[in-house]
């Protein structure tokens, strides 16, 4: 019996120690300039596991990093960084999620991370941003194509 139970303990530290193992951190840095341009989150997109966060990195000021409304899965928080703060973000759920930097968004400076299988907004993630200023709305374009 008590062996039993040992044996239980020990497979559920496993499974414990694998879950961390398996949640990763992405980092994004918020830039005046990058590869892709000017006013850029450096990378554009991320494709991520459930659990998995991104700490967005205020690298130069002047940035920040805030949900795109309408683009993430429904009953996902919006979040709204504060400008030249680090930003950490956990994806909990499945989805697409889009960010911007708010003063630099009409620039296009945004970011997408594709959690899991994209979840239940994979498909109408690119409506969700059809009205957004153009040089935002060709990144997002591009970068959901990269984690689609
Ligand atoms: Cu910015």
Do not use: W
């Not at 039993?4 to 496993?14: F, H, N």
């Not at 504060?82 to 889009?98: C, H, S, T």
């Not at 994979?122 to 200023?133: G, H, I, M, Q, V």
């Amino acid at each position: 019996m008590l062996k039993t139970v040992l044996a239980a303990g020990a497979v559920a530290g496993l499974l414990a120690v694998a879950g961390q193992a398996a949640a990763a951190e992405v980092q994004v840095k918020m830039l005046d300039k990058g590869p892709a341009g000017m006013m850029v989150f450096e990378p554009a997109s991320a494709k991520l596991k459930p659990g998995d966060t991104v700490r967005f990195v205020p690298t130069n000021p002047g940035h920040n990093a805030e949900s795109i409304i309408g683009m993430l899965p429904p009953g996902a928080e919006v979040v709204k960084g504060p400008m030249n703060k680090e930003l950490v973000v956990k994806f909990a759920k499945a989805g697409v999620y889009g960010f911007k930097c708010a003063p630099h968004y009409g620039f296009g400076m945004t970011f997408v991370a594709k959690v899991g299988d994209g979840g239940p907004n994979l498909a109408s993630a690119e409506s969700a941003y059809a009205k957004a200023p153009p040089m935002a709305k060709k990144r997002l374009t591009a970068a959901l194509a990269q984690v689609k």
